[in-house]
């Protein structure tokens, strides 16, 4: 499973300075790769 949210660089490197915002992008990360 993370192997394939690394996959998204953008989660990777943890562009987003505030948790509220990373923890919105993680979820429709993990909506995206549960509808794949």
């Known amino acids: 499973f993370f192997c394939h ?3 998204f ?3 990777a490197t943890r ?3 505030t ?3 990373f923890a919105g992008l993680l979820n ?3 909506a995206f790769l ?3």
């Open 5 to 7: 949210l690394k996959a």
């Open 15 to 17: 562009y987003e300075k």
């Open 9 to 11: 660089r953008r989660i």
């Open 28 to 30: 429709l990360v993990t």
């Open 34 to 36: 549960a509808i794949r």
């Open 19 to 21: 948790d509220a915002c």
